[in-house]
């Protein structure tokens, strides 16, 4: 089965990502795998150390974001196949190695890190340069409604 891949950050620009990817999955009869990518910061690990806490953290968010995503997806299309994961590492790296297996791989314009100011943020830019699948890069229409989420 065809695979669409989506980078998901709760971020405006990876929720107008997210829409666009479980359109086009419905659409192109892909499954869609949603994946919500979390590291530690270096300076976190430099200045308050790794604890097991502080990586609980990061990884619960992540979930909670992907988990958000999905549900987001079944909202929109009841019948869509998908899934969602949190996966440790650095975003680009891991939406990279996500893409090796997929059609396409669905981003947004910028992060939660992105500077306003910057038209495509660094992961963005990275999995375009990079990317063995086609690629698209959402930005969130004028008119884009963020998600209402019971938090």
Not at 132 to 151: H, I, L, M, Y
């Amino acid at each position: 089965m065809k695979k669409i891949v989506v980078g998901v950050d709760g971020s405006l620009p990876s929720q107008a990502a997210l829409e666009f990817a479980a359109e086009e999955a419905v659409f192109r009869s892909a499954r869609l795998v949603i994946v919500g990518v979390w590291e530690l910061p270096p300076s976190a690990i430099v200045i308050a150390g790794a604890s097991q806490e502080m990586v609980e953290a990061f990884r619960n968010d992540a979930e909670t974001i992907a988990g958000r995503a999905l549900a987001r997806a079944k909202e929109l299309y009841p019948s869509i196949s998908s899934e969602s994961r949190s996966v440790e590492g650095h975003p680009s790296h891991v939406l990279l190695e996500e893409a090796r297996e997929a059609t396409l791989v669905v981003v947004g314009s910028r992060g939660r890190g992105g500077f306003s100011s910057m038209l495509l943020g660094s992961v963005s830019d990275e999995v375009v340069h990079h990317s063995p699948c086609s690629v698209v890069v959402v930005r969130p229409r004028p008119d884009f409604q963020e998600w209402k989420t019971a938090s």
